[in-house]
């Protein structure tokens, strides 16, 4: 897959997306689900179908998703960026900020910087 920097910033946003997020963990393993049951999986809300077919396009359009008779499934590329998202998400669930001081950068001890 050639991926220049614009289709790696695309597909790097779709970690933003609460929708796309949602969607690729509806996916995950070797699940292949219908647009109507994904759709029911996300929202309810039959006027917002217009705003998870785009999501799903998008998905689609960026090698994240694919269909075939059985459903949309994740990709090579929808799997990786799973994984990646799963490892991140691990991390942030137990990181300690405790050694952040407000903007978010990390300060280390007296101690620290002697080990």
Same mark, same amino acid.
């Given at each position: 897959?050639?991926?220049?920097?614009?289709?790696?910033?695309?597909?790097?946003? *779709?970690?933003s997306n /609460?929708t796309?997020r949602?969607?690729?963990?509806? &996916?995950?393993? @070797? +699940?292949?689900? /219908?647009?109507?049951e994904?759709?029911?999986?996300? !929202?309810?809300?039959?006027s917002?179908?217009?705003?998870?077919?785009? %999501?799903?396009k998008?998905?689609k359009d960026?090698?994240i998703?694919?269909r075939? %008779? %059985?459903?949309y499934?994740? !990709?090579?590329?929808?799997?990786?960026l799973?994984?990646?998202?799963e490892s991140?998400? +691990?991390? *942030? $669930?137990?990181?300690?900020? $405790? @050694? *952040? @001081? +407000?903007?978010? /950068?990390?300060?280390? $001890?007296v101690?620290?910087?002697? &080990?």
């Open positions: 897959m050639n991926l220049d920097e614009k289709k790696l910033s695309r597909i790097v946003k *779709c970690l /609460k796309q949602k969607i690729m963990h509806l &996916l995950e393993g @070797d +699940k292949a689900l /219908k647009f109507s994904l759709r029911l999986l996300i !929202t309810k809300n039959p917002s179908s217009g705003i998870f077919a785009y %999501n799903v998008v998905m960026l090698g998703i694919s075939d %008779n %059985n459903g499934f994740l !990709t090579r590329v929808g799997v990786q799973l994984k990646l998202l991140f998400e +691990k991390i *942030c $669930s137990s990181y300690d900020i $405790s @050694d *952040c @001081d +407000k903007d978010g /950068k990390i300060v280390m $001890s101690r620290d910087r002697q &080990l």
